[in-house]
């Protein structure tokens, strides 16, 4: 059975007629898959490789060069929640910040919490070290961040 679905399958072919060569949709169409699914299958590698008449292995390489994306042993949680731990968030508390969420939510950077409502991660500069500490929800970025106030916003999510 198909993973990618008929819309997904649309909007990658779409894609195609927008660069010079399909293999330019590979990144576009991995994070189409895993914002949908929360991880790229093994299946779905294939089925993009197919729409994209590539090897699954190019498309298998493009994302595994990136630790961005995550593999069917290590889906994300339903939000990712990132923490600068860059020099200026650093000095303002950035891995202190880190550290306290691991604790608060039981997870070492990477991971999932029991609940799969967020993956924990640890970034590198995201380009706001004026309100530093920063961390990224999915794609906004909060500055000036302290553990209650990422409790806040994880409790709205
Ligand atoms: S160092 Fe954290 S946003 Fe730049």
């Not at 679905?5 to 576009?28: F, G, H, N």
């Not at 961005?68 to 731990?85: A, I, N, P, S, T």
């Not at 609940?115 to 530093?132: N, Q, R, S, V, Y």
């Amino acid at each position: 059975m198909a993973v990618l679905t008929d819309s997904m399958r649309e909007r990658i072919r779409d894609l195609c007629t927008k660069y010079p060569q399909k293999q330019a949709v590979t990144l576009p169409a991995l994070h189409m898959v895993q914002d949908e699914f929360r991880h790229v299958s093994l299946e779905a590698i294939k089925e993009i490789a197919a729409l994209l008449e590539l090897h699954p292995a190019e498309v298998h390489d493009t994302m595994s060069f990136y630790g961005f994306y995550r593999d069917e042993d290590h889906k994300l949680g339903k939000h990712r929640v990132w923490v600068c731990r860059s020099i200026s968030c650093m000095l303002h508390g950035g891995e202190e910040l880190l550290a306290s969420l691991c604790e608060k939510y039981h997870v070492k950077p990477g991971e999932t919490t029991a609940d799969g409502k967020i993956t924990l991660e640890f970034a590198e500069c995201l380009g706001a070290c004026e309100g530093a500490p920063c961390i990224l929800v999915d794609d906004n970025c909060e500055m000036n961040m302290t553990t209650e106030k990422v409790s806040t916003l994880v409790s709205k999510m």
